[in-house]
């Protein structure tokens, strides 16, 4: 499966993105995606994760309210919505994949797709 992963850019402090990640295949029902970010300097954290049945969803405490996880099937594409964005959003967010469970380790998932950077200015 490759992913690939579009919609970062350069937004205000309160404002809003919606990031997109496309699979290149159909994948199934009992697959995962997953969206995790890397600020500078810092390890690659959880963001927020989504299974392709919509029955699992989790958040990060960070942005539980403010970012919403979701996925269109028939377009094989999982989208984050975040709003009320904050300059400590800024990082490259990467999606990742796999079969298993809704989980917040990077461990989990083997497929990544490349990232795409968010710049929240104050």
């Known amino acids: 499966v490759q992913l690939q992963a579009s919609g970062g850019g350069l937004v205000q402090a309160g404002g809003s993105l919606r990031l997109s990640c496309a699979a290149s295949e159909r994948t199934f029902s009992r697959w995962f995606m997953a969206w995790f970010r890397q600020a500078p300097g810092k390890e690659r954290e959880f963001v927020a994760a989504i299974s392709w049945s919509n029955l699992a969803i989790r958040y990060a405490d960070s942005v539980k309210g403010r970012f919403t996880i979701s996925s269109d099937n028939g377009e094989n594409t999982v989208y984050l919505q975040m709003n009320g964005l904050e300059p400590e959003d800024t990082a490259v967010y990467y999606c990742?994949?796999?079969?298993?469970?809704?989980?917040?380790?990077?461990?989990?998932?083997?497929?990544w797709g490349k990232g795409t950077l968010v710049t929240v200015s104050s």
């Open positions: 990742a994949a796999d079969l298993g469970r809704c989980s917040f380790l990077r461990s989990a998932y083997r497929f």
